[in-house]
């Protein structure tokens, strides 16, 4: 004999809420007996953009030093790294919410097109690194021109 199972149309969407519900918390806890806030790891938004001439990588760096930002070109991968401290350590139990992340960094991106290394520059200015990559001469676009025959 079979068991009669009672189909309830909610209990996924109930599931679903309590999962979403669950993340949030987890994400949102900070203070006194909970992981603060400040010690999740954190990356830095990227913007990366081509024309026929160079690559450029543009990354949000707020709050950090020029002399805390590491930039490594190795073969044809890029890597930033960089550290934001907690300005405030003595008073750090103090505060109630920290919602901006701290800590080390690593961003690491694949250029995908042979670059020249030696005209590689980097800008710092109002918390936005700016990395010109120029492209090598073999990549960049050849006009060929076409013999009568």
Do not use: C
């Not at 109930?14 to 400040?38: C, I, M």
């Not at 020029?66 to 300005?87: A, C, M, N, W």
């Amino acid at each position: 004999m079979a068991n009669i199972v009672r189909f309830d149309p909610f209990e996924d969407l109930t599931r679903l809420q309590r999962e979403v519900n669950r993340l949030f918390e987890d994400n949102t806890r900070s203070g006194r007996g909970t992981e603060p806030a400040s010690t999740r790891t954190w990356a830095p938004a990227v913007d990366i953009f081509e024309d026929k001439d160079e690559i450029v990588v543009k990354a949000e760096l707020p709050g950090l030093k020029q002399e805390d930002i590491d930039i490594e070109l190795t073969g044809d991968t890029l890597t930033i790294k960089g550290e934001r401290k907690f300005e405030d350590a003595q008073r750090k139990d103090s505060y109630v919410r920290v919602e901006r992340a701290y800590g080390a960094f690593q961003r690491a991106f694949t250029i995908g097109v042979p670059v020249q290394h030696d005209g590689v520059t980097a800008t710092y200015k109002d918390g936005v690194l700016e990395v010109h990559l120029p492209k090598s001469e073999a990549t960049k676009p050849k006009k060929v021109q076409v013999a009568t025959g």
